[in-house]
């Protein structure tokens, strides 16, 4: 049974940093579809990014990049998201997410495509 922690939420002024882990059992990273999802107060769940197979090729979406980077240990099995330069509109509980077959809009994280969730993190944004 594939499982997915993730951890590394918290709570820090804007401008700061977070980096965000999700740890994966149970399947191999490196041939897993996986990204990273949020959802603020009040807001539908959106995808923030994913990561090509066993590669660095990332797919941020454009409201994080240049601030946001997506990666993987694949010896560690664990995916990771930095956050840099973080905004108040960035509060969100944080999921990674996988499915195990390629999903229809890969590289697009589309959320209703992926069948594997972790519990979220937390982060938390003050101005």
């Known amino acids: 049974q594939v499982q997915l922690v993730e951890s590394g939420g918290g709570s820090v002024q804007a401008g700061g940093s977070l980096r965000l882990s999700c740890a994966v059992s149970g399947a191999t990273l490196r041939d897993t579809f996986i990204g990273w999802f949020r959802q603020a107060p009040g807001k539908q769940r959106e995808g923030v990014g994913t990561?090509?197979?066993?590669?660095?090729?990332?797919f941020p979406v454009d409201s994080v990049k240049g601030r946001f980077t997506i990666s993987a240990d694949y010896t560690k099995n664990t995916l990771y998201l930095q956050m840099n330069k973080l905004k108040p509109e960035d509060t969100a509980v944080y999921y990674c997410?996988?499915?195990?077959?390629?999903?229809?809009?890969?590289?697009?994280?589309?959320?209703?495509?992926?069948?594997?969730w972790g519990q979220g993190t937390q982060v938390t944004v003050s101005s």
């Open positions: 997410a996988a499915s195990q077959r390629r999903p229809r809009s890969w590289p697009d994280a589309v959320l209703d495509e992926y069948n594997i």
């Open positions: 990561i090509e197979p066993d590669t660095d090729y990332t």
